[in-house]
């Protein structure tokens, strides 16, 4: 039987949460210590990025990472996810949903006309995940690793 959906709580992360925030990001293959994972926390919302939670019953089941970024080329800001997760054991119970429509309230309301999220090829559960929410694939990312300057 699926958790009630009402009793999802959807939150700005906090410095509280980078212990949670670390076993979660673990759990996909992100590891990192957890005073590593509360000082980037603390990068983020010092710039003033948003990171939302997901929680049950004070348990941390998921995590959405949102950017804004003013364009040149369009008339409004563009919303990117710059991260989802959701933990293994709280998948198909509405949590991504949730933390999703929770994002998208935030970017209508600060000016965005449109949102991006970036998927891993190889994630196709999470492409038909973004379909099913109205996504659509449209473009492809390149990447290039850069090394950090010499000292």
């Known amino acids: 039987m699926e958790p009630a959906i009402s009793s999802l709580e959807i939150r700005n992360a906090g410095p509280v949460d980078a212990p949670a925030l670390a076993a979660l990001l673990g759990e996909f293959g992100f590891p990192a210590p957890t005073h590593t994972l509360a000082a980037r926390l603390n990068t983020l919302l010092d710039a003033a990025e948003v990171v939302l939670v997901a929680a049950r019953d ?7 990472t949102v950017t ?3 364009m040149l080329h369009r008339p409004t800001p563009v919303g990117r996810f710059t991260a989802l997760f959701v933990t293994e054991r709280a998948r198909r119970q509405g949590v991504g949903r949730a933390l999703v429509d929770t994002a998208e309230r935030l970017l209508t309301a600060r000016g965005c006309g449109l949102v991006e999220v970036t998927s891993n ?12 929410l109205g996504y659509e694939a449209t473009s492809l990312r390149f990447k290039k690793t850069l090394s950090p300057p010499i000292k």
């Open 121 to 132: 090829q190889r994630l196709t559960h999470a492409h038909s995940f973004y379909e099913r």
């Open 68 to 70: 804004i970024t003013p």
């Open 58 to 64: 004070g348990v941390l089941l998921g995590l959405v």
